[in-house]
């Protein structure tokens, strides 16, 4: 299934990329993309970041829905 991955901030200059389309597993959680994505971008592993699914923070053994927008988020900051 088809997903849209979008890169923000600190993320974004670490993948050299601002979005990118992936073909994953229909049963594919929002963790197991995480260990995935950290495979493909071995710098992820020292960044903090949030997975964002749909603009929504969800627990990360959710699976992620078709045609779902995921934002790789920096940490947050400001008051």
């Known amino acids: 299934m088809k997903v849209t991955v979008r890169y923000f901030g600190k993320i974004q200059e670490v993948t050299d990329l601002s979005e990118e389309h992936w073909d ?3 049963s594919l ?12 971008y071995p710098a992820l ?9 749909n603009q929504e923070l969800l627990d990360l053994n959710k699976t992620i829905p078709a045609m779902a927008e995921i934002a790789v988020l920096p940490p ?3 008051g």
């Open 76 to 78: 947050f900051s400001g």
């Open 24 to 26: 994953i597993a229909e």
């Open 29 to 40: 959680t929002i963790d197991a993309f995480r260990a995935y994505l950290i495979e493909k």
């Open 45 to 53: 592993k020292n960044e903090t970041y949030q997975l964002a699914v």
